[in-house]
């Protein structure tokens, strides 16, 4: 494998599910990413992990509840989510350190639907 | 803070015409600016990035973009559209001093007409 890989690409679940999104860089990068992505809506930064620790939650529901526990995987543990979570979900990694122009890698992203 | 405006939600271009997608930012540090691309279902691919040196920059798939620091501009051109850039295309910022955040404009979603 290369690059950012997700799985599942696809997820249906009913609003009572506990399902988890899995994401993999194999860049040797330092920093990981999850974004949202709804129809007609900006890109959203949900959550960014550096070094495995979470440096940022951008007022996210506690429903959703990420996960690092190195630098290469990142997880995205979903319980009782709502319709409007229906969304494509991305991952994303950069090289992390300083002095580094910040460009993202992002994976195939995984495509939620509620119902 | 950064910011990032990407004029036009959609643009629309006949097959073989130019293609000129609008990028403004703002940032008190100097920027490295990104385009990316995301075709449907996707994730988002790298056309190009300026971090320093030379202003124009050229990407993949025939794309270029010139960093024009008096315009806070980033403005994205290829010569001749082909029925395969139809996609949507984001503009990007992020500034060394601004921690490791990509600040991203709204997207334009490219229609290619025969």
């Known amino acids: 494998e290369t690059g950012v890989t997700q799985t599942p690409r696809h997820l249906v679940m009913g609003m009572t599910n506990k399902k988890s999104l899995k994401c993999e860089q194999h860049l040797g990068h330092n920093a990981m990413y999850w974004y949202k992505q709804s129809a007609k809506k900006p890109l959203e930064l949900m959550f960014v992990?550096?070094?495995?620790?979470?440096?940022e939650n951008n007022s996210v529901p506690s429903r959703f509840s990420p996960e690092c526990p190195n630098s290469s995987h990142l997880f995205l543990h979903l319980h009782t989510l709502q319709p409007e979570d229906s969304a494509l979900y991305l991952c994303?990694?950069?090289?992390?350190?300083?002095?580094?122009?910040?460009?993202?890698?992002f994976g195939p992203g995984t495509r939620l639907t509620v119902l | 803070a950064q910011s990032v405006t990407q004029l036009g939600s959609h643009v629309s271009v006949s097959e073989g015409a130019l293609v000129l997608l609008r990028c403004n930012y703002s940032s008190s540090v100097p920027p490295y600016l990104f385009w990316y691309v995301q075709y449907p279902n996707q994730g988002l691919q790298l056309l190009l990035k300026?971090?320093?040196?030379?202003?124009l920059v050229k990407g993949i798939n025939g794309f270029e973009a010139e960093f024009k620091k008096s315009e806070t501009s980033f403005h994205l051109t290829k010569p001749s559209a082909h029925m395969s850039d139809a996609a949507e295309y984001f503009c990007a910022v992020s500034a060394q001093a601004a921690g490791n955040k990509l600040t991203f404009g709204g997207g334009t979603r490219v229609l290619v007409k025969p």
């Open positions: 994303a990694s950069s090289q992390g350190s300083s002095g580094s122009t910040n460009e993202q890698f």
């Open positions: 300026y971090t320093t040196g030379a202003t």
């Open positions: 992990y550096n070094f495995k620790e979470q440096t």
